[in-house]
């Protein structure tokens, strides 16, 4: 018998395994756990997904039925007067320069004390409803109405704070799949109900409609076509093309025992002279006698009392007469007035 040391070395053969079997040397997946987490994770999957559409539809269909149930009355209103006045603006727009009219029976001193809406816009602006939309929104302050003494609201808190009356905003809701952007609106919705209704509800409660268009960048270069509508009987007031030409006169007020200031530049042709020019222009057309600044012989002739203004100021005429500064000029003064 031989002794195993003595047998040469021979190397090492895998068993042959079964045909079709796995090797032994590879390890062995738990196909039938892994299976069965797989379609146990797709079934809670399924089924969080399937939930989430169902709360989706839910709030979907209960934002939809509180804005029919508590502003569809308003949402016709607001969607017909934002309609009107769009109309009025493109129309207008499209016109060119308008003639110029103005009905008898007005009378700017009667909207004082009336609910009013005021829009400014470009011509390009005025074109089509969208560009009336948008040059709304972006609309800024100015002092035309302050000229004219009115106070009406500007339309831009009629764009701004309306867009859930309109029919696009209910297509959004409608046309939302997701959880989170519907519970958005639906808290945006319930804050409009509480705070914005009570303004629009006034905005739509208007009694006139002042509409200003530039028919350039700004309004001391360039021409200004206003108009007036009465919202209540649907008519228009005025229409006429203006040419602003203001400026602003300094006057100091001197009061005894009191110091005077330190004399001061404002800017003389700022855009308030310019709209206090529209102004006083709209209301000589109207009927109402504008504030007129003059000098001269005539007007001293008016008052009355030319020896009291030639004592008070020699004219240049005069040897040795200082020649007196316009207000206004370069270098000039604003003239005092005694305070009573």
């Keep these: ?171 959004e809701v409608r046309s939302a799949t997701d959880l989170m952007r519907l519970r958005v609106l639906d808290e945006q919705l319930a804050r409009n109900m509480e705070v914005d209704v009570p303004v629009l509800a006034t905005l739509l409660r208007s009694q006139y409609f002042l509409l200003v268009i530039q028919q350039g960048d700004n309004r001391r270069d360039a021409p200004v076509d206003v108009y007036l ?14 040419q602003a030409r203001g400026i602003l006169i300094p006057v100091r007020l001197r009061f005894d025992g009191v110091p005077s200031a330190p004399p001061t530049h404002p800017p003389l042709f700022s855009g308030g002279a310019h709209d206090c020019s529209i102004a006083a222009q709209i209301k000589a057309l109207t009927g109402e006698a504008p504030m007129e600044i003059g000098s001269g012989s005539a007007l001293e002739t008016e008052l009355g009392e030319p020896e009291a203004a030639e004592t008070a100021a020699p004219t240049p005429s005069e040897p040795g007469a200082p020649t007196p500064s316009e207000p206004g000029a370069p270098g000039a003064q604003p003239p005092e007035v005694p305070a009573p």
């Design 229 to 242: 509508w009465d919202l209540g009987e649907d008519r228009q007031l005025l229409r006429a093309r203006f």
């Design 1 to 171: 018998m031989s002794d195993p040391a003595d047998r040469p070395l021979e190397p090492a053969r895998p068993e042959p395994d079964e045909p079709g079997a796995r090797p032994s040397y590879m390890p062995r997946v738990p196909w039938r756990w892994v299976l069965l987490f797989g379609g146990l994770l797709a079934t809670v999957v399924g089924f969080y997904q399937v939930r989430q559409h169902q709360r989706a539809d839910a709030l979907r269909a209960e934002i939809l039925a509180s804005h029919d149930r508590n502003l569809r009355s308003l949402s016709e209103r607001y969607v017909a007067f934002r309609q009107r006045i769009e109309r009025w603006v493109v129309d207008a727009a499209q016109a060119g320069e308008p003639e110029r009219w103005v009905d008898p029976r007005l009378a700017i001193s009667g909207l004082h004390s009336g609910d009013g809406l005021y829009l400014r816009l470009t011509v390009d602006q005025a074109r089509s409803v969208e560009a009336v939309r948008q040059g709304a929104l972006g609309m800024g302050e100015d002092s035309l109405t302050r000229c004219l003494g009115l106070a009406p609201a500007s339309a831009r808190g009629l764009y701004a704070t309306g867009e859930f009356l309109t029919p696009e905003w209910l297509e």
